[in-house]
């Protein structure tokens, strides 16, 4: 089971000293591990590509065996105690849900699952369906649309852009706000590859010839700051702010042309089956869902 564990993680992290680290191994008991497991089989895996490990076309059947062997087996191990679920549950969001949604999700779903170790890991939507793809990861949470015949997308919760200003704003007081009407103002942003970067970007310069862009920040706590500071104005998730502009912290402007939502929803394998402990979380999810 060493082998295979070390086969799996080897193919996925494209190294020996990743896939060490991730099962907790030494780098040399990994690599002897894998040794092994291609002697006993009579082929080599992997093929050496820069300083990563690739996987050769008569290994990936082999990897999905692998893969379906090693939730079996945790399976296994969870009947032992049949009435608890147990094991290593991993879950990528996207940054609004991994921030503002998921740690109190994850307590409950905790208190009620002892047995459980949770991961959380922020990525962009994309990354989080290629973890999914590649069982990096149990269970994704993305605002994207998903198109893949590997995923299943379930529709979870609605979310939408909000676009933020410093409390006291003169536009915070006038209702109604185009977003012609911003043409002057300064702005805060995430970097590119956020989905609220992208959407807003989309749609301001259908109104606007440009965006004065003063800063961009990877955190949305320090845009939210910057914001709070008279620095400018910002274009987040509404999960994101929400608590803020409910003790008057920020003020959300009404643009029309923002008024749409978007879907947030929960990703996994189609093809393979999950860890118990997945399989309970999507359905502790699945019972706080919004859509």
Known sequence: MRQIAVFEAVARTGSVAGAAEEIGLSPSAASMSLK??????????????????????????????????????????????????????????????????????????????????????????????????????????????????????????????????PPGHPLAEQGETPLAALADE????????????????????KYLNSLNIVLEADSVEAIKRAVRDGAGLACLSRLAVEEEAARGELSLLDIPELRFTRIVSLVSRRDTQQPAAARAFHAFASQLAEV
Not at 53 to 60: E, I, T, V
């Open 36 to 165: 092994d497991f291609e002697t006993h089989l009579g082929i080599r895996l992997f093929a050496r590509s820069g300083r990563r490990l690739r996987l050769k076309d008569q290994g990936r059947p082999m990897l999905e065996m692998a893969r379906r062997v090693l939730v079996q087996v945790s399976d296994m191990e969870a009947l032992s105690l049949p009435e608890e679920v147990r094991g290593r549950l991993r879950i990528g969001a996207v940054a609004p849900v991994a921030n503002y949604v998921l740690p109190r999700l994850c307590a409950t779903f905790m208190r009620r699952h002892p047995g459980v170790r949770m991961e959380l890991r922020v990525l962009p939507s994309q990354d989080v369906m290629e973890g999914v793809r590649n069982m990096a990861l149990d269970i994704g949470i993305v605002g994207s649309p998903v198109n893949s015949s590997y995923l299943e997308a379930q529709p979870w919760m609605r979310d939408s852009l909000a676009v933020c200003a």
């Open 186 to 205: 300064a702005w805060i942003l995430e970097k590119t590859q956020s989905s609220e970067r992208i959407s807003f970007t989309v749609e301001a310069l």
